[in-house]
């Protein structure tokens, strides 16, 4: 059905919004439970509703928990946030998109003006991660008569593709540590230190850490994103401005989300005194008459008055 919709509203845009317009079929490929080290053929449909010829490229790229989440949330937490964009490899990339002959059947389900069967290999590495993996192929249309920078108005409905390692997905994490970094322009970093305890990789953060006293807290920062592999030990930062702070060593909290749970620690941080950039000292070195310039000049002048003479 949700093919269907996408294309029937294609097909009903006025012409000059529908000259470049890409679906495929079916939206969704599942290519079901597959073995490490093996590979898997996948066939689908790209279909259009324009008339004229143009290429279009294909780019696999990494698919989005979130995304993955909307459609098979009760499988979430035994998915894999590994990268799966390069195990994909295309017979032919860009394709033709030409326009359809008559009798002949795409199983599209609804009526195009254009189709083209894209065949591609799925090789799964060895080393693949357990659980549910997810990727993505976008499409970029082409026309003959240009690049597409070219191209203002396009429609275009990407393939998302799924399929499973055996094993035991574990999504899990734990924070080893949280400690004061650098100074960077009145800014101390603090460190938090997260390590994967799972066996796929996460998506980790952005998290939150709060410095506190007795009284509550004493300024809040966010630390960044980072995938983080099985076994890996990643160091998390964010910054803050420790003014009017006394110096010393203040209680602090970290939390990071990783999707489907979290991991949260107590610690202590170390507010220190910003160290003084040592101040540069010229040296002056004694001046020393280079007599190695006049030997070489002497010897030149020598060299010149033998040839001259021999010469004349």
Known sequence: MYFVFVISFILILP?????????????????????????????????????????VYMNPTKDDISTFATR???????????????????LSNPVELREIQEGENTKAGVPIAGAREIIFILKIPKNAEPGYHSGMINLNPTTFKGAPSMITIKAVVPLKFIFKIPGKAIREGKILEISSGNYMDDKLYANVYFQNTGTVTMGVGPGRVNILDERGSLGSLSTNFAYVKPGETIKFFGFWFPEDIELGKYNATAKIDYFTDSAFKQSVIDVYKRPTPP??????????????????????????????????
Do not use: C, M
């Open 72 to 90: 098979y949330k009760d499988f979430v937490n035994n998915y894999s946030e590994e990268d799966v964009s390069s195990w994909v490899e295309f």
């Open 15 to 55: 012409e000059y919004y529908a000259q470049l317009t890409v679906g495929v079929s079916p939206p969704i490929l599942d290519l079901g439970e597959l073995e490490p080290g093996t590979s898997k053929i996948a066939r689908f449909y790209l279909v259009t509703s324009s008339k004229e010829k143009f290429f």
């Open 279 to 312: 101040v540069g000292k010229v040296i002056e070195k004694e001046f020393v008459f280079p007599w190695w310039a006049i030997v070489l000049l002497f010897i030149i002048i020598v060299i010149i008055a033998l040839i001259y003479y021999y010469k004349s």
